[in-house]
């Protein structure tokens, strides 16, 4: 299993700002993956973070607007770059954890509640 | 790239009931079929998964179904209970460290 944190855990923001988002599990993990909520939608990935190597963004998501560090393989900050109140979402980061039996499983962090005004 | 839909968007039945969501996805390399349910202000929390090497999987009260050749899979949550009422969402993907892409998310209201 995997047990992740976030930081900070919501934030209000000014547009224009940016705000960088801090996560960390408690184990070694490949992959981490960031994900944004929109209020009442689903979860859609903006990018999988490597450790050593630039993230992979998904179509829609670009670097400038969402740079990704990935320093090791326990951490990885997410920063939202000149926020709009579109930007107002929770932000999710998520890592593939094992649970034994070779079998795998999707852990989420708390998220982070952006809202941009 | 990878595609789920879901279905029903919104669901509501009588406390007892069962409840049936069903997803269909594109690609066909995905082998894992992870089902979640998000409380109010909660993260997602895995309720039941299934790999493509099994055509049915249940746990108590909840049973997840798998047709690999048409690419569907569906929840099946019965006898529910005014605390199954969350926001229910499939998802698809390949395991080994590949993204998982999610279905939009069915509202299950169960009425008491």
């Known amino acids: 299993s995997a047990v992740i944190s976030q930081k900070p855990s919501r934030d209000i923001c000014q547009r224009g700002t940016s705000l960088t988002i801090q996560c960390q599990v408690d184990s070694q993990v490949t992959m981490m993956f960031w994900y944004r909520q929109q209020p009442g939608q689903s979860l859609t990935l903006i990018a999988t973070a490597n450790q050593g190597s630039e993230a992979t963004y998904e179509s829609g998501f670009v670097i400038d607007k969402f740079p990704i560090s990935r320093p090791n393989l326990t951490f990885s900050t997410l920063t939202v770059s000149n926020m709009s109140p579109e930007d107002s979402s929770i932000y999710l980061c998520?890592?593939?954890?094992?649970?034994?039996?070779?079998?795998?499983?999707?852990?989420f962090g708390p998220g982070t509640r952006l809202t941009v005004t | 790239g990878e595609n789920v839909e879901q279905h029903p968007s919104t669901l509501s039945v009588q406390e007892g009931d069962s409840a049936v969501i069903k997803c269909t996805y594109s690609?066909?390399?995905?082998?894992?079929f992870p089902w979640y349910k998000q409380e109010l202000g909660k993260r997602p929390q895995l309720i039941i998964d299934i790999r493509s090497n099994v055509g049915e999987k249940k746990d108590q009260r909840i049973a997840v179904t798998l047709n690999k050749t048409a690419k569907h899979f569906s929840l099946h949550i019965t006898e529910t209970q005014p605390e199954d009422s969350a926001v229910y969402f499939c998802?698809?993907?390949?395991?080994?460290?590949?993204?998982?892409?999610f279905g939009a998310g069915t509202r299950l209201f169960v009425k008491a």
């Open positions: 998802a698809a993907s390949i395991t080994g460290g590949f993204k998982t892409i």
């Open positions: 998520s890592v593939e954890g094992g649970k034994g039996q070779g079998e795998y499983e999707q852990y």
């Open positions: 690609d066909s390399a995905s082998n894992y």
